[in-house]
Nanobody, 120 residues
Protein backbone atom coordinates (compact mmCIF):
# COMPACT_ATOMS: atom_id res chain seq x y z
CA UNK A 1 0.00 0.00 0.00
CA UNK A 2 2.86 2.35 0.79
CA UNK A 3 4.68 3.58 -2.27
CA UNK A 4 7.90 5.57 -2.34
CA UNK A 5 8.89 7.19 -5.62
CA UNK A 6 12.08 9.10 -6.34
CA UNK A 7 12.64 11.47 -9.22
CA UNK A 8 15.06 14.11 -10.43
CA UNK A 9 18.08 12.03 -11.34
CA UNK A 10 19.97 12.46 -14.56
CA UNK A 11 23.26 13.24 -16.22
CA UNK A 12 25.14 16.32 -15.07
CA UNK A 13 28.63 17.69 -15.57
CA UNK A 14 31.06 18.07 -12.67
CA UNK A 15 30.25 21.16 -10.67
CA UNK A 16 26.62 21.04 -11.67
CA UNK A 17 23.51 20.63 -9.57
CA UNK A 18 20.51 18.35 -9.32
CA UNK A 19 17.45 18.29 -7.11
CA UNK A 20 16.01 14.94 -6.14
CA UNK A 21 12.50 14.45 -4.84
CA UNK A 22 10.84 11.61 -2.99
CA UNK A 23 7.11 11.25 -2.50
CA UNK A 24 5.49 8.73 -0.17
CA UNK A 25 1.88 7.72 -0.74
CA UNK A 26 -0.54 5.30 0.86
CA UNK A 27 0.56 6.23 4.36
CA UNK A 28 -2.37 6.13 6.75
CA UNK A 29 -0.30 7.28 9.69
CA UNK A 30 2.50 9.69 10.33
CA UNK A 31 5.84 9.56 8.61
CA UNK A 32 8.92 9.67 10.79
CA UNK A 33 12.49 9.83 9.61
CA UNK A 34 13.09 10.19 5.91
CA UNK A 35 16.48 9.71 4.35
CA UNK A 36 18.49 9.48 1.17
CA UNK A 37 20.96 6.69 0.49
CA UNK A 38 23.11 5.96 -2.51
CA UNK A 39 24.69 2.90 -4.05
CA UNK A 40 27.59 3.21 -6.45
CA UNK A 41 28.68 0.27 -8.63
CA UNK A 42 30.64 -2.23 -6.58
CA UNK A 43 30.05 -0.36 -3.34
CA UNK A 44 27.73 -0.78 -0.40
CA UNK A 45 24.68 1.36 -0.02
CA UNK A 46 25.50 4.31 2.20
CA UNK A 47 23.56 6.98 4.01
CA UNK A 48 23.72 10.37 2.32
CA UNK A 49 21.40 12.46 4.45
CA UNK A 50 18.50 12.02 6.84
CA UNK A 51 16.01 14.23 8.58
CA UNK A 52 13.34 13.68 11.20
CA UNK A 53 10.13 15.57 11.67
CA UNK A 54 11.86 18.04 13.96
CA UNK A 55 15.40 16.76 14.41
CA UNK A 56 18.14 18.49 12.45
CA UNK A 57 19.49 16.96 9.28
CA UNK A 58 22.46 14.61 9.29
CA UNK A 59 24.85 14.39 6.37
CA UNK A 60 27.63 12.09 5.30
CA UNK A 61 31.03 13.76 5.49
CA UNK A 62 31.46 13.39 1.75
CA UNK A 63 28.44 15.59 0.99
CA UNK A 64 28.53 18.00 3.93
CA UNK A 65 28.27 21.55 2.67
CA UNK A 66 27.22 20.48 -0.82
CA UNK A 67 23.91 18.69 -0.27
CA UNK A 68 20.86 19.90 1.57
CA UNK A 69 17.90 17.78 2.60
CA UNK A 70 14.47 19.21 3.27
CA UNK A 71 10.98 17.85 3.86
CA UNK A 72 7.37 18.86 3.45
CA UNK A 73 5.33 16.90 5.96
CA UNK A 74 2.01 17.99 4.48
CA UNK A 75 2.98 16.48 1.13
CA UNK A 76 4.93 13.51 2.50
CA UNK A 77 7.87 14.65 0.45
CA UNK A 78 11.59 15.10 0.91
CA UNK A 79 14.04 16.78 -1.41
CA UNK A 80 17.77 16.61 -1.81
CA UNK A 81 19.44 19.64 -3.31
CA UNK A 82 22.82 18.56 -4.63
CA UNK A 83 25.35 21.22 -5.57
CA UNK A 84 28.95 21.08 -6.76
CA UNK A 85 28.55 17.51 -7.87
CA UNK A 86 31.60 15.44 -8.67
CA UNK A 87 32.23 12.01 -10.15
CA UNK A 88 32.22 10.41 -6.70
CA UNK A 89 28.55 11.32 -6.41
CA UNK A 90 27.63 9.01 -9.28
CA UNK A 91 25.26 6.39 -7.89
CA UNK A 92 21.68 5.25 -7.68
CA UNK A 93 19.98 7.32 -5.03
CA UNK A 94 17.30 5.69 -2.91
CA UNK A 95 14.73 7.21 -0.62
CA UNK A 96 13.81 5.53 2.65
CA UNK A 97 10.67 6.42 4.58
CA UNK A 98 9.78 5.35 8.10
CA UNK A 99 6.03 5.04 8.64
CA UNK A 100 4.59 5.01 12.15
CA UNK A 101 1.43 2.95 12.64
CA UNK A 102 1.16 3.75 16.30
CA UNK A 103 3.22 4.61 19.32
CA UNK A 104 4.99 1.25 19.22
CA UNK A 105 4.76 0.15 15.61
CA UNK A 106 6.79 1.35 12.64
CA UNK A 107 8.43 0.07 9.49
CA UNK A 108 10.41 1.51 6.65
CA UNK A 109 9.98 1.50 2.89
CA UNK A 110 12.36 1.96 -0.01
CA UNK A 111 11.85 3.59 -3.35
CA UNK A 112 13.03 2.15 -6.64
CA UNK A 113 15.94 4.56 -6.92
CA UNK A 114 16.93 7.27 -9.35
CA UNK A 115 20.22 7.33 -11.25
CA UNK A 116 22.61 10.24 -10.83
CA UNK A 117 25.56 10.33 -13.20
CA UNK A 118 28.22 13.00 -12.95
CA UNK A 119 30.51 12.99 -15.95
CA UNK A 120 32.23 15.35 -18.34
Amino acid sequence: QVQVVESGGGLVQPGGSLRLSCVASGTAYGIGKMSWHREAPGKQRELVASIGETDPAIYADSVQGRFRISRDNAKNTINLQMDRLNSEDTAVYYCNVVVHYGEWDARDYWGQGTQVTVSS
